[in-house]
Each structure stands twice: as C-alpha cells, then as structure tokens.
C-alpha cells in the first residue's frame, strides 16, 4: 500500500526533468508568435491539457489499482511490475490515439471557422473535448471506487497479514523498487539507525540521504552553472532585450507573408465604401466591442465623449477616405489613433459601418458638430487639415495617442 | 542526578491558539469579500475602506502575520519549552509579545482600512506600527533564547534551528525593506527608489514567503509530526542538509519576481538560478516528514492530525516545485501578472500553511485540556472540506491564470491584438465565480474546526501549568569527540551567528551592486520628478491600493509593446518613492497611461468604470469626486523627496501649492469642455494628473503634436 501510494511522486518526477530541459532549450519561446492551428486558441489550448492531464491521473490510478489488485492476489513471486508497465504503455498509446484522432476533425473545423462557436472554436471540436473530458472523468470515478474498494478489504485483512508479513521480514527484508529508490532500511533495522537522541521523546535516525534527491540537487547546481555561463559569460542565450527584438523581428516578418499572401494593403488613398453584409457586420462587431468605439460613441453613435456619428455633421470629413483616416491616425480633439489595434481591413470595416448608421436617428443625440457634409460633395479643407495631420504622424511614427496638452 | 520539577507556560499556548484561531477566520472572510469582488464589484459597497484596494492588503496581513503568525507563536511557545525542557524565560516577555502582537494586529487592520499604507506589498504597514513590529520582535527574541540558553537538554533539536533562522531573517528582512522617511504621523516615504526599491521589497517579500510562511512552519512540523505519529525522524542529515541549504538559497531567490522587468538581467538570472537550486533543499523538509510517517501511514487514515499533515506537506512539495518552475523565464513569462500566481500561493497558504496550523490546533487543544478531540468525525469533515475545498479554489485559478495569458498574447495573423484587455478579464468571470465557491468550502470548513474545539474545550478542563520534570544540564568535564554539528547544537548564539551570515550573503551580493553601480540603472534625461498636484495623486493612488490591480511594468514582449507602449526601462522609476510595479493584473498595465486616455475619460471611468468599460469589474471610486485634496501636507512632501535626493529646487516646498492650484485648474477647465463641472480642489484631479503623468517622460522627445495646439 505504501509502494502505491509513492509510485505518484515517480510520475512527477519526469516532467520535472522535462520542464527543467525546457529552461534550457526554449527560452526564446515565451515571447514569440503563437502557434498556429488550434493550439492558438487559448480555450482549445487548456481543454486539450485538461485532456492530457486527465489521462496522466488516470494512468497513475490504474497503475495504483493494478498495483493493489496484484498485492491482493499475490498470485506470482515473479516480479509483477514488468506486466503492469506493459499493460499501462498499451494503455496510454491507445488513450493517446485516440485523443489524436479526436484533435485531427476539430483542427479542420476550427479553420472554416462556422458562426456557431464557442470559446473562439468550433461547437463540435468544443463537443468532442467535454465528451473527452467528461468520459475521463467517468473512468477516474470508476477507479476511485475500485481504489477504495480493495484498500477496504486490505485494511480488514491487514491484522492478519501483520503477524505473518513479520515472520517473514525477519528472514528476509524484502525491499521494494521504491526502498531501493530511496535507499530506504526496512522499518525493522531501524533500530540500528537510532541516535540514541531524545527530544520530548523525539528520536531521530540517520538515514542516508536519497540518491535521486541528492544527484537532484547536483543537477540543479550544474544547471545553475550553465545556465549563468550561457547567458553571461558565452551570451549563447539572449537576454530580455535581444530576446524581444527577436521575436518581434520574427512575428514581423510572419505578419508580412500573411498580409502579402491575403492583400491586405488598403490605405486612406484606396480605401472604398465596403457593403458586403459580412464586412459591415464585422464593423459593428469591433465597433460595438466594449474597449473600441462605442466608449465614446455610444452603441448606436449617437455620441458621447466624441461626436454623433450618425447625423450630417462631420469635423475631420464624411467620405470613407475620410473616416478611414481618422479612425486610422486619431485626431487632435481626444481620439486615438487606432491603426495598431485594428488592421487596415478592419479600419475599412468599420468605417463602413459608420456610413452604414448614417441617419438611423437613435435617441438622445449629440448636438452636431462639425461642418455639414453632404454625399459626394469632397469637404477639401477638413481633409486636408486631417490629410496633414496624418503625414506628421507618420513622419515621427508616433505611437502616442494624441491628447489634448496636459 | 537530581531530578527538576517544573511547569510548562500552557497559558500564553491558550493565547496564540485562540488568537490564531480569531484571525484565521477573519482573514478567511476578507479573503472571500475580495474574491467576491472580482465578479460582483458592487460588493465593494462604494465605501472606500471595503473596496478591493483596501480589503486585499488587509486579507493578507491578516492571513500572514495574524493567522500564521499567532499559530507559529503558538506552536513554538509550545514547543520550545517541551524541547528545552524548561518554562519560557519570563513570562512577562511572553505576554508583552502576546499583547504586542495582536496591538500591532488591531492597529493594522485599521490603518490598512483608513488606507494608510507605504504601497509595498506585504510591508503595507506605516512606520510607527514598523516600530512597534520590530520592538515586539526583539522582546519574542529575548524570550526565546533566554528559554534556549536556560534549558535543561543540552543539544538544540533541528525545530530549534529553525526557530533561530526564522527569527534573525525576519529581524533583518523587517528592517532593510522598512527603511523610509516619515512625512507625518500615518506617512511615509520609502528610502529607495524604483528597481532598488523593487529589488529590496522583492527579496523581502519572497523572503517573508520563506522566513514567516516556511521556516518556522518546517520547525513546527519537526516537533509536531513526529509526536503524532509517534515516530521517529526518518533522517538526522537530512535536516543538516536541508536546513542550511535551504536558509542560505532562499535569500537569492527574490529577483525571480522581478523577471523581464527593469531589473538589471544579472540580477534576474541569479533569481532564477537559486530559485532552480530550492527544489532539492525544499524537497529535503517534505521527504523528512512523509518519510517520518513510514510505518505508521495506517494511523494517517486514523488520526485527523496526521491527514492534516499529510497534505500540508504534499502542498508544501509541490508548490516548492511550482515555485522554482515558475521562476523560469520562459514559464515566468505566461504566469506572471495572472492568477496562476495567485494560485501557487494558495496552495501554499491554504494547503501548507492552513493545513499545518490546523494539526497543530488539533494535536495542542486536546492535550493542553487533558482529554480527547470532542469529535474526530467532525474532523474528518473539516480535512475533505478543506481539500475539496483547495482543489476547487485551485484549479480555475490555473485554469484562468493560463487562459488569460494565452489571450493576452494572441495575435490575428494580420498582427493585431486579438483580445482587448477587458475581453481577457470578461472570458474568465466564470473561473473567479468557481474560485470563491472553493473558498467558501474552505472557510466551512474552518468553521467546523471551531465548533469541534469549542466543544473540545468544553468537556476538558484547562493545565494552565503542566507539570513536568528534568535532570539539570551540567557541564561536562572531559571533551568528548562529537560530530561537527553536534557542537554547533549545543551553541545557540554561535548558530544565529552563523544563520545571519549565511541569510545575509546572498541579499548583499545583489543589492550593492545595484545600488552602486551606475550601469544597472542607466538615467535618461527626459525623467523628471512629478509635480506637487502629480506627487499628491499618486499618493491617493497608493492609498487606494491601485497597484494590486494595475502593474506599472511593460516588459519587453511583443503583445505587451503592442498593448501598452515601449518596454519599461530602469531609469523611468528613478523618483519612484516607492515603487509601483506591481504584481499583478487584474487590469491593464498603466506605465503609458499617461496620455491614452481624455482627462473626462478618467473622470467618468473613477465614477463608475462600467460607464467606459461595460464589463468591468474596477471598484467605483465615488468619494475621489467629494473628498478634497490635503494640500496642507505638500510641503512635508516635497521636503521628505527632497531629503531622498528628488531635485526640486532649494525652496520649492513653499510655493509647491502654487504650482499644485495652476496644474489642478488646468485640468478643472479641461474637465468643463467636456461638460464636466468639478471644482479643482479635489482628489480626482490629483488623481487624473498623476495618471496623465505615468509613462509620459520618456516619450517627451518629440514632443506630441497635440501639445502645439
């Protein structure tokens, strides 16, 4: 019982070595671009762990449960360990298919993408994962009961065994993986370990120390020497700085091939008045997001910190042009410019959809501001004031969001 | 020989025990307030003393330093004297510290509500109750090695050792970090600035993690667990060894808090060693006590003591292990500033460091009023209550702390933000709604302790002084070969001594360099220090305890230059009397605040946040819109940062107010083009004036166009 109860801490033990490598080898990869596919999706990303960690549990309590049957039995004195381990790799490999098989219709799906999703995929990748889940769930339950059942009928049989297990120990310690592990002394020769110290009836032995926890701490050592070596003394590793120019770098260039591959290269120059529905529905989705737009505009634009959107009355000009380039640089009056929170498809989008709510007349309005714009008719100096505006923007590349003085 | 007769202090046990048990729940209770906040801000009531700000340091003072604090008192008053065999030196020591504590407690929990803090977490305490914390301190450490230099057992038990190191460290820790400037009575001024002070408070608030949460837990579970189980302690060498591995590592460890922040990357990369280099010392206090339990695991499933104990020392093992792992740059870099930190402290708080102050309530109780726990049933109930509980506290925690740092760093693949911040905040309500059903469980279960001891106490009657009896210690004549440390056992100052030295190396080696040489913190010209109005607000800021929420720190990653404006550098903070880092985000990063949004915007969003941010879960700050600026402490103000090396003029301090009215109005009649009529005496403008100030220096040249206008 006690073999089973340390054979958890076995299993920490390797991902620990694991995670120590990673330290090693992937620094890089914190601040780098997310992967594609599913593993982007945060939801999917934890699910898919949950998943994983789920099996791991269930592999430890069926190891745990072979464990007490066998102990139960006793049927052979050949070592039962070899069979179980076999049975558990036979386990995991089939558990781990067919979780693969269930990722591989859930990656398509997520990339057409359908309107009904939750958590950012799709409904049925999302179904799959909670039957996934909830059947591992099911399968720990069982083997808890079976757990707990057989302790049960150990314990009652425990007294009996006692004197006999006694007899026996005296002939011949046995010592399990785990003692050896441990370099654990049977609980009999304790005696011969005893200090002699007494502390309000504390005695302490000696034992030795663990070799794995003491090669451990060696190993943590080295790892420490290395580690320092190869990010100051070699500067084989990069530092904070080097790292994040790196990975910028990196995800820059990615960002480019997308954009290069779907032309995505509208500018305040080619931009035109988008009415595909789906481009206008995506406008409202980022117009309405409660962080954009609708903090100084209201939901329906009627205006709040900022103008009404929605009536005739334009300060920075009324065609898309115009839109698109004050959502794009901000403005001098308190908007910000939006162009590294929203691509340039998406600016188009949702000046678009601005256009779209031209008098829809929602109540309560803003009082208009502005010079009266009429369709067509170019306001030429609204424009250009913005128009130079936007060059001096893009001369300084100021990110800073223009405000007013302070 | 002659026999000894004489009797334990069951007394001032009574006290701390009972103290522990008060505070425990108190401290719970504020714990589920706050975690209620996150998802039902209302809760908050918009009064200021129960808003989050104010509420969390009180939560974990109270949790700290009452809960844990009065039960490692307890335990050692217990302990110590059974070990020494011997009363505690002077009773009225013992009831000084007695009183003292729980005074400095009670002057906490008010100051902390009035929302007098220094803004430095864990060490939110003003500097007379820093004072009376060191006093109380002292007065515990002449009664404790008065007891150890009169005992009557010649060799100091490894608990001991563990005692000597807690109390030396946190001597030292207490006084480094609380080194400030007092302004007036209730306020202070800390004496480093920006990385230093982030640097110090960092090593004193992993080190209070270490020496107030860890080291004299570790002694408790030396002399506690091995007399419940009624075994004997599995290694001798292994507690040399993890001892002193442990008190001389855990000192480094601090700047693993600060990774990817603007501390100096040297600095960084010996947190993170060291933290790597804990895992095995750590490990060395769990492996002693589970295999201590060896042959005696069928009493685990008995005795409710030893279940407590069990997975107080399993939690203790693994957050041990999380701990270093999370001190890797590339694990630190999704975990920090979410909520998987908060619950890797959990894990050590409710499972380690509540689990363990329960077993001992329920091995001391009993005992000390000689008859038998009223109900182990009872018992029972509270442990699985208790571990369900952490479970469901835990397990959204990481859930949320993972999801939302995924979100945080997700990219459209145009390279723009997926998530806006508010969208990572929204997506994991659910989690914080889980988070406090595990509490609440948690906390029944505490209850259920309560009423198991109220009726222990009952049906036993108290040993106020418990009879004991013991040979004297003579000298002896002949020396006789020990073992090295056998020798040092016997010596208890030559072992603080020794403790001090090994404490003191590793803080040393990191703070001066960092205070003295220039390279670490490169100055940039533009930095200047805030004005008198800017000075004044991010005073209410601190007050506020904005800082739980909102880190000051963009470190250097792609989405967070994206989301928040150029990485934070080192000399940004130079005026930074105390810092504002931060450690965590509940809301965005403000190192750029300055600027981003309309002074109106600020205004209407401290009214009610969900105005701005539908979604939000911020407090209102309603009383920031009434209440007036104390203009009067201006002068204090400037002169307390002058004498800290700020460069204002020579005089400054008696036109400040001047300055103060000009930069207020400007931003009351900014306020009124937007409709917005507030006269500009009050805290409000102060506050929107330091927020439009945060970030702004380094972006100074050039100048923002809208400045010409």
Not at chain 2, 232 to 252: D, E, G, K, Q, T
Request: charged share 20%; glycine share 6%; with cysteine.
């Amino acid at each position: 019982m006690l073999l089973s109860f340390f054979k958890k801490s076995k299993n920490i033990l390797r991902p620990a070595g694991i995670l120590l490598m990673l330290g090693f080898v992937q620094p890089v990869w914190a601040a780098g671009p997310p992967a594609p596919s599913i593993f982007s999706n945060p939801f999917a990303l934890t699910l898919i762990i949950l998943m994983l960690l789920l099996l791991i549990i269930i592999g430890i309590l069926a190891n745990i449960l072979l464990g007490a049957a066998d102990i139960k039995l006793r049927k052979s004195k050949k070592n039962p360990i070899a069979p179980i381990a076999g049975f558990m790799l036979l386990f995991l490999v089939a558990g781990g298919n067919s979780l693969l098989a269930q990722n591989n219709p859930a990656t398509t799906v997520t990339a057409t993408a359908a309107a009904s999703s939750i958590g950012g995929m799709s409904a049925t990748a999302f179904y799959i994962m909670a039957s996934v889940i909830f059947l591992e769930l099911i399968v720990i339950i069982v083997l808890l009961v079976n757990i707990k059942f057989l302790l049960k009928a150990e314990k009652k049989k425990a007294v009996v065994v006692e004197i006999s297990q006694q007899t026996e120990a005296e002939k011949k310690p046995g010592l399990s993986w785990w003692d050896r592990f441990n370099k654990l002394r049977p609980v009999t020769q304790e005696s011969e370990l005893d200090l002699g110290h007494d502390y309000d009836g504390i005695r302490e032995l000696n034992n030795r120390l663990p070799p794995w926890w003491l090669y451990g701490f060696y190993l943590t050592i080295a790892f420490a020497v290395v580690y320092l070596w190869r990010y100051h003394v070699s500067h084989s590793a990069p530092l904070s700085k080097e790292e994040f120019e790196n990975s910028v770098a990196r995800a820059d260039l990615e960002v480019k091939e997308y954009l290069k591959m779907k032309g995505d290269n509208v500018d305040e120059n080619t931009v035109t008045l988008l009415t595909d529905p789906a481009d206008i529905e995506a406008g409202k989705a980022i117009f309405t997001n409660p962080m954009n737009c609708v903090t100084c505009h209201r939901a329906d634009a009627g205006g709040l910190v900022g103008p009404n959107l929605t009536d005739d009355y334009w300060i920075y000009g009324g065609n898309i042009k115009d839109l698109f380039r004050t959502i794009k640089y901000g403005t001098n009056k308190g908007m910000k410019s939006w162009k590294d929170d929203l691509s340039a498809k998406q600016i188009a989008q949702v000046a678009s959809y601005v256009k779209s709510l031209h008098g829809t007349n929602p109540a309560n309005p803003k009082a208009p501001q502005g010079e009266l714009y009429k369709e067509e008719a170019v306001m030429k100096p609204a424009a250009d004031s913005i128009k130079a505006l936007s060059d001096s923007v893009k001369a300084k590349d100021n990110k800073v969001a223009m405000q007013q003085a302070k | 020989m002659q026999v000894e007769k004489f009797y334990y202090d069951n007394k001032i046990v009574k006290a701390f025990g009972f103290a522990t048990i008060i505070f425990g729940i108190v401290g719970m209770l504020a714990g589920l307030w706050v975690a209620i906040q996150f998802y039902y801000p209302e809760i908050s009531m918009n009064y200021a003393p129960t808003t989050f700000g104010r509420l969390r340091p009180l939560h974990t003072n109270a949790i700290i330093f009452a809960f844990v604090g009065n039960a490692s008192f307890a335990g050692i008053y217990y302990s110590l004297q059974r070990l020494c065999k011997t009363r505690m030196f002077s009773d009225k020591l013992s009831w000084i510290h007695f009183w003292g504590w729980q005074a400095i407690i009670a002057a906490a929990a008010i100051t902390l509500l009035l929302g007098k803090t220094t803004g430095k977490e864990y060490a939110e305490l003003e500097w007379p109750i820093d004072i009376a914390i060191t006093l109380v301190w002292v007065v515990f450490g002449i009664n404790m090695f008065g007891t150890i230099i009169k005992r009557r057992e010649k060799h100091l038990y490894v608990a001991i050792w563990f005692y000597i190191a807690t109390w030396v460290t946190v001597a030292m820790l207490h006084i480094v970090n609380s080194i400030e400037i007092p302004v007036s009575f209730l306020k202070s001024y800390s004496w480093y600035a920006g990385v230093q002070d982030a640097l110090v408070q960092w090593w004193y608030g992993h080190n209070a993690v270490a020496f107030f949460l860890t080291t004299p837990v570790l002694g408790l579970m030396y002399y506690f667990l091995p007399k419940a189980a009624n075994r004997p302690v599995y290694s001798y060498r292994l507690s040399i060894i993890h001892f002193w591995a442990l008190i001389f590592l855990y000192i480094w460890a601090g700047p693993h808090h600060l990774l990817y922040t603007a501390l100096p990357d040297w600095a960084q990369s010996l947190g993170v060693v060291f933290s790597i280099m804990l895992i095995a010392p750590s490990w060395g206090g769990m492996l002693n006590g589970l295999f201590t339990l060896r042959g005696a695991w069928d009493k685990v499933r008995e005795d409710p003591v030893l279940k407590f104990m069990v997975v107080a020392i399993t939690c203790y093992g693994m957050s041990t292990f999380e701990g270093p792992m999370l001190s890797l740059k590339s694990v630190n870099a999704i975990s920090h500033f979410t909520d998987w930190t908060i619950a890797h402290v959990h894990i050590g708080g409710l499972g380690w460091n509540g689990f363990l102050a329960f077993a001992i309530l329920y091995y001391m109780i009993p005992k000390m009023w000689g008859t038998n726990l009223y109900s182990k049933k009872l018992a029972t109930n509270h442990f699985w209550l208790g571990t369900i509980g952490i479970v469901v506290y835990a397990v959204p925690m990481y859930w949320a702390g993972f999801e939302q740092s995924l979100s945080w760093k997700a990219f459209t693949p145009e390279g723009q933000l997926k998530f806006t911040f508010l969208q990572t905040v929204i997506n994991i309500k659910p989690l914080y709604i889980l988070r406090s059903i595990g509490g609440s469980l948690y906390i029944t279960g505490a209850f259920i302790m309560v009423y198991n001891l109220y009726k222990t106490i009952r049906q036993g009657s108290f040993i106020p002084d418990e009879a004991a009896e013991a040979a004297p210690l003579v000298k002896e004549a002949g020396k006789k070969k020990e073992y090295w440390h056998r020798i040092l056992e016997r010596k208890p100052v030559t072992m603080l001594i020794a403790s001090l030295i090994l404490v003191a190396i590793g803080g040393l080696i990191e703070m001066i360099p960092t205070f003295l040489v220039k390279s670490n913190i490169p100055t940039i010209a533009s930095v200047k220090p805030y004005t008198p109005l800017e000075l004044q607000g991010r005073d209410i800021y601190i007050r506020e305890g904005c800082y739980l929420c909102h880190s000051q720190m963009i470190r250097p990653f792609r989405d967070e230059v994206k989301r928040y404006g150029e990485y934070s550098k080192a000399g940004e903070f130079v005026y930074d009397h105390p810092f504002q880092w931060g450690s965590k985000r509940t809301g965005p990063d403000l190192a750029r605040e300055g600027g981003k949004q309309t002074d109106s915007w600020h205004y209407t969003h401290l009214y009610d946040p969900r105005l701005m941010s539908p979604g939000s879960i911020m407090p209102r700050y309603i009383w920031l819109l009434d209440d007036e600026l104390d203009t009067a402490s201006t002068p204090a103000k400037i002169r307390a940062m002058r004498t800290l090396g700020v460069p204002y003029p020579e005089g400054y301090d008696r036109i400040a107010n001047k300055d103060l009215a000009r930069q207020a109005d400007s931003i009351a009649a900014n306020l009124k083009k937007d409709k917005i009529e507030t006269s500009s005496n009050k805290e409000v403008v102060a506050l929107i004036a330091y927020l439009q100030r945060i970030g702004r220096d380094i972006k100074a040249e050039p100048k923002p166009i809208a400045e010409n206008k």
